[in-house]
C-alpha cells in the first residue's frame, strides 16, 4: 500500500473534508490517508468552514473532495464515488456506495451519536475562485491532520 502524502502543503492538491467528529468516518480518514494523492482534514477545521462557506455560500455538513488541479470538488454521493474509484476499487464498489450513501451517513451518525444529518449536497461542482483562494489554506491544514511520523 501506498505511504500517505507528505512534504510541505504547497504539494498537496486533493483534499477530503470530513466528519472529524465521528470515530468510523476517522477510521474511514485513515485509509484515505493511504491515497498517495489525498490529504484529510475535518469538517470543523477553521480552514474547512472557510473554504466551505466560499464554495457554497454555506458550510453545508457533507462529505467534500478537492481536487485543485482539476478545479473540481465533489460532495456527498459524488465524493464517495470519485474516492472509490481514487481507491482503485470495481465499479460495482463505488456504485453501491454511491447508491447507499445517504443509508450508510445516517446509520453511521446514529452510531456515532451525531446530532446532525448530512447535508443534501451530491454533485460535482467547478471550483468557485473564492474557494480556490483558500485551496493553500485547507492544505495546509490538512499537512497538519497527518500524524507527525508519517509527515
Known sequence: MDEPRTGDASEIRTVLIYDGECPYCSIAATAVRRLEDVAVVSWYDDAAQEFLTAQFGEAPFAM??????????????????????????????????????????????????????????????????????????????????????LR
Open 64 to 149: 467534500v473532495l478537492v481536487d485543485a488541479d482539476e478545479r473540481r470538488v465533489y460532495a456527498g454521493r459524488k465524493a464517495a464515488r470519485e474516492l472509490a474509484d481514487r481507491a482503485g476499487t470495481p465499479k460495482l464498489v463505488g456504485s453501491l456506495v454511491r447508491d447507499n450513501y445517504e443509508r450508510i451517513a445516517s446509520a453511521i451518525g446514529r452510531a456515532s451519536g451525531r446530532d446532525r444529518e448530512a447535508a443534501p449536497y451530491h454533485e460535482e461542482y467547478p471550483l468557485e475562485e473564492a474557494a480556490a483562494q483558500r485551496f493553500d489554506a485547507l492544505a495546509a491544514a490538512a499537512r497538519e491532520a497527518i500524524p507527525e511520523g
